[in-house]
């Protein structure tokens, strides 16, 4: 686990750099191809000489250019010699630039940064470094809902700031590989949300329990010991995935008996009550598992062949080893519980009424592995059916830790109904007011599609180079240019790209106060080993809590 200590680094030159007035802008080339949003510059002898020592024209800077109603600003995406040759003084050097956006010119123009470009840079015309003033009317805006999580990698004198409805509203990814700070990355992102925004609605799955120490004091933690997710929230689909059935024979004979029974079970615990002719084997009302083992003898008691009761007895079996396994407890409880409780668990999922807490986090490490894409399946299926009946008054924010694991690009793999549930609200939450963080670090093995939905990405360290290759593909042209330092970034540092920022960036991440870092997994092995080691009472007692499954 990567805690966000160390010191910002120092400047560079490039975005910024000793930069502070109109009056430092220094003319670094001339324009000498435009193509769609690519600007191809030569640079000046005397910038080319610069280039070799500390130049302000590096991957990442900012530049600017005139044209007859805007200054126009583009990021270097690339550098390059064309011809080598043995005298450095009289080789060719070209700078390739993504256009990224505009400074509106004229005594009418509302002088502030925009994205996009109306008028192209024309042939010849000079390219400048950018000013301080530049850089601070792009990188800090004024004008829209914001909040800082880190610094510009190039100046830390610029903070790096990200929108807030534009990053929330339209999805977001952090991804990059193990042990480069993604938890970290989460949640700092996160705190810097709710500092400014307190009462939010954010749902975390916790795959290894260690964000409870990054939110203390404002976040709720369910975990299998106060958990409360009964059986009958399930959708018919998940009830079979909790039942694990055996072959595609098998699976078949008893989905078919399970579905007339669970039906039938509902409607019986329903009664006479008016209004329950709504009721289908998917609604979420309560139902009695001693009504469906009543159910399932009667079935059997009409069978022509003995036989033919093995379907029966399989899903009689099944149902009671999960009633007796102290694992299901939160999803089994003691008949003598049931209750409409559902309510109760949604206000408490959701933090409705907030009451301090604008964060749910589930702790998913101590639940059987066999069910977390069912569970998972659940919660995504709640929330946005939530958000669907509520009609957007509530937005929530779903966090989705190994969002790989859940929704893999391999069709044999995971859960059909998580995946399907997750992009359902990849292509359809923000038309109701669900948003999407998905956090991976192996990105490359992300459902198709997944990644293409989340229009603002943060993309830390990854030294595959599929995965690479993959985040590429994700992303806008304009921050291709950064993903070249993908393999290379330090830890708490990210290029960050899409509707979240004003411009692509590569930032280096706000220093984590100590009670706001998530816990570093995994044991030490040197300390461990340096230790005198347990006595045989220590075996003991975890062989005890094992049998028991106490945690």
């Known amino acids: 686990m990567i805690s966000f200590e160390q010191s910002n680094p120092p400047s560079s030159g490039g975005i910024g750099g000793h930069l502070s007035s109109e009056a430092d802008s220094v003319v670094v080339g001339r324009v000498v191809a435009v193509s769609g949003s690519q600007v ?11 280039a070799d020592e500390n130049s ?24 390059s010699i064309p011809i080598p040759g043995n005298d450095p003084s009289v080789e060719m050097k070209i700078v390739e630039l993504e256009l990224v956006g505009e400074t509106p010119l004229g005594r009418d123009a509302t002088p502030r940064f925009r994205r996009g470009v109306s008028v192209f840079p024309a042939l010849g015309a000079s390219v400048a470094t950018a000013t301080r003033t530049d850089l601070t009317s792009i990188y800090m805006r004024d004008d829209r809902q914001s909040v800082r999580i880190g610094s510009i990698h190039q100046d830390p004198r610029l903070p790096a700031n990200i929108l807030t409805d534009d990053l929330l509203g339209k999805h977001f990814a952090v991804l990059g590989t193990t042990g480069s700070g993604k938890s970290c990355a989460v949640a700092l992102i996160l705190n810097a ?38 059986y009958w929230l399930l959708n018919f689909e998940e009830l079979v995935g909790i039942l694990q059935f055996g072959d595609m024979l098998e699976h078949e004979a008893e989905s078919a008996i399970l579905y007339d029974i669970v039906l039938a079970a509902k409607r019986s615990y329903a009664g006479d009550a008016p209004g329950t002719d709504f009721i289908t084997v998917d609604t979420p009302v309560p139902y009695r598992l001693g009504d469906v083992h009543r159910l399932l003898d009667e079935a059997m008691g009409r069978l022509n062949k003995p036989q033919d009761s093995a379907p029966y007895l399989r899903i009689k079996g099944r149902l009671n080893a999960l009633q007796s396994d102290r694992r299901y407890a939160f999803m089994f409880p003691s008949a003598l519980s049931l209750r409409d409780n559902m309510t109760s668990i949604l206000a408490r999922m959701l933090r409705i009424p907030v009451g301090d807490k604008p964060v749910t986090i589930i702790d998913l490490s101590g639940l059987p592995s066999e069910t977390l894409n069912v569970l998972v399946s659940l919660l995504s299926r709640m929330a946005f059916d939530f958000a669907l009946w509520a009609e957007r008054s509530v937005p929530i924010l779903l966090v ?20 399907r549930e997750l992009s359902r609200i990849a292509k359809e939450g923000r038309k109701y007011g669900v948003s999407l963080c998905v956090v991976s670090q192996r990105p490359s093995e992300l459902a198709a599609g997944m990644l293409s939905q989340c229009n603002t990405i943060f993309a830390m360290r990854l030294s595959n180079q599929h995965d690479q290759d993959f985040v590429r593909s994700a992303m806008p042209e ?39 870092r998530p816990s570093r997994g995994g044991a030490s092995f040197a300390q461990a080993w340096s230790d005198e080691q347990p006595d045989r009472d220590f075996v003991a007692n975890v062989v005890d809590r094992w049998r028991r499954q106490i945690r």
């Open 193 to 230: 949300i709710l500092n400014n925004h307190p009462n939010g609605h954010v749902i975390l799955l916790d795959p290894h329990s260690e964000y409870a120490s990054a939110f203390q004091g404002r976040a709720e933690l369910l975990d299998a010991s106060n958990m409360d997710l009964p």
């Open 56 to 79: 302000e024209v590096q991957i990442g800077s900012m530049l600017r250019m005139r044209t007859q109603v805007s200054t126009v600003f583009g990021l270097v995406s690339g550098l």
């Open 40 to 50: 191809v510059i030569l640079l000046t002898p005397e910038a080319a000489v610069a």
């Open 478 to 516: 304009s921050g291709h240019g950064l993903l070249e330092f993908l393999p290379s970034l330090g830890n708490a540092q990210a290029v960050v790209v899409g509707e979240g920022v004003a411009v692509p960036m590569r930032l280096v991440f706000d220093q984590l106060p100590d009670d706001s």
């Open 400 to 419: 989705c830790e190994e969002a790989h694991r859940y929704a893999p690009l391999d069709t044999s793999r995971g859960f059909e109904p998580t995946k």
